[in-house]
């Protein structure tokens, strides 16, 4: 719903927003400030950022956001603004922010429609936060906001939980900006690092370079840390926006359409060998290779790691083998290692233990996101008070050292095995130079 003042347009926040809890519904209301003249970007942009929860005043000039600063009470929690101005310019109307006591600490981003070389670097000198050449997608934009609103201009960290923003949407949206550093997950071995707007590193559990990037995406979870500053190592492969949007993410949506029907990451599957004997003749040698690793103990997640082909191509592998009976739920006692009475995907009980699981997976990141979401909450209401007047420094664990990564082997013999029809295949042996 929008309301109209004689200067600005204000658009309420959707009542269903996408990524919140209920909690962040219930919780105080994020607004922010977007200058921006022209209309399509004002509805695009202003429209998204009110579907994901957020007030949206939107105003078409910086003296009409300046005046609208001027009359509000209370400051946005964020300002959005496009650089080319009528009147005078986004690079200017941030300066003004900046020199004013009252609005000195606000986060700022600017877009531009028009980019030169030395915009990005200017951007930097009058002090916003990130700097995004057009076109950026409402999702990119919805994501940055989501990590910095509410914060202080110019921290080196920002915390957030993958329940509430995924880790490849912050990826997405951090290639959109012009800012470089690193995000690094709070309780497993991963981090990324980009560099003004490029991916130049990820090390995930052991493997480094585009394996890795591309399994912390799939598997990483919980709370993690985006960290803003100089990356200036020469990293292990240079990754792009388009290539990120063509090569990685398509693979990636399909692995989490698998999570939401297939078999759940955690759950420990055996082999039917009667069932595997039945079908052993139309399964080729690589898919047999996946089976062995099936042995009651390793959970779904750890043969996925252990494998040799891409994660989609392995996990609908095993969705394939659940359906047809070859893998079957194993038993969770110790010394239980074989599955009594075998059951089918498609069967009543067996759709009941999957959902069960699915259920227990989600249940447990509702859980910890609203609990690391309430301990943000707090946080900003005693910075906001000046109880806590400096962020500080996550202490999250230091990236660990280089290793080489072991590239896997070629998943063609896998893709013929009945997979998802007209599925792109996603070769996992990548160039490491985009």
């Not at 914060?151 to 920002?158: F, H, I, K, V």
């Not at 598997?219 to 840390?225: E, I, L, N, R, T």
């Not at 500053?229 to 063509?246: C, K, T």
């Not at 690391?372 to 230091?398: D, I, S």
Request: glycine share 6%; charged share 30%.
């Amino acid at each position: 719903m929008a309301a109209r003042t004689h200067r600005a347009t204000i658009l309420e926040p959707t009542a269903t927003a996408s990524g919140l809890s209920p909690r962040g519904r219930r919780a105080r209301r994020l607004r922010v400030l977007l200058v921006e003249p022209d209309a399509r970007y004002q509805s695009l942009l202003g429209t998204g950022l009110a579907e994901a929860g957020f007030e949206v005043v939107v105003v078409p000039s910086a003296e009409d956001a300046r005046a609208e600063l001027a009359a509000s009470q209370v400051l946005p929690h964020l300002v959005i603004a496009e650089t080319e101005l009528e009147g005078f310019d986004g690079f200017s109307f941030c300066t003004q922010l900046r020199a004013e006591a009252r609005t000195a600490q606000l986060p700022v981003f600017l877009m531009a429609s028009r980019r030169e070389p030395f915009h990005a670097e200017l951007a930097h000198s009058v002090g916003a936060d990130d700097f995004l050449p057009k076109p950026v997608a409402a999702q990119d934009l919805v994501a940055l906001a989501r990590l910095k609103a509410g914060r202080r201009t110019g921290e080196l960290s920002y915390e957030a939980h993958s329940a509430r923003l995924p880790l490849t949407h912050i990826a997405r949206a951090l290639l959109t900006g012009a800012r470089s550093g690193r995000v690094v997950l709070k309780d497993c071995d991963g981090f990324f690092a980009f560099r003004e707007g490029k991916v130049v590193d990820a090390s995930f559990q052991g493997a480094r370079g585009v394996m890795a990037f591309r399994r912390l995406l799939s598997f990483g979870s919980g709370v993690y840390a985006a960290f803003f500053g100089p990356e200036l190592h020469r990293g292990s492969l240079l990754m792009d926006l388009p290539y990120l949007s063509q090569q990685v993410l398509p693979a990636l949506e399909r692995f989490e359409r698998l999570r939401e029907v297939g078999v759940p990451l955690v759950a420990r599957l055996a082999v039917d060998f009667p069932k595997l004997a039945e079908h052993l003749d139309a399964l080729p040698e690589d898919v047999i290779s996946l089976v062995r690793l099936f042995d009651g103990r390793r959970t779904v997640r750890t043969v996925l790691e252990e494998c040799r082909f891409t994660e989609v191509v392995a996990f609908e592998a095993i969705t394939r083998l659940f359906v047809l009976g070859v893998l079957v739920p194993a038993s969770h006692v110790e010394e239980r290692e074989r599955v009594q009475d075998p059951q089918r995907l498609g069967s009543e009980a067996a759709e009941a233990w999957r959902a069960a699981f699915a259920a227990e997976e989600r249940a447990a990141d509702e859980r910890e996101a609203d609990e690391h979401e309430a301990r943000l909450h707090e946080a900003a209401e005693r910075q906001a008070a000046g109880t806590e007047p400096e962020a500080k420094v996550l202490a999250f664990p230091t990236p660990p050292s280089r290793r080489r990564e072991e590239e896997p082997a070629e998943d063609a013999p896998a893709e013929r095995f009945n997979l998802a029809s007209g599925a792109e295949s996603t070769s996992p042996r990548t160039a490491d130079k985009v």
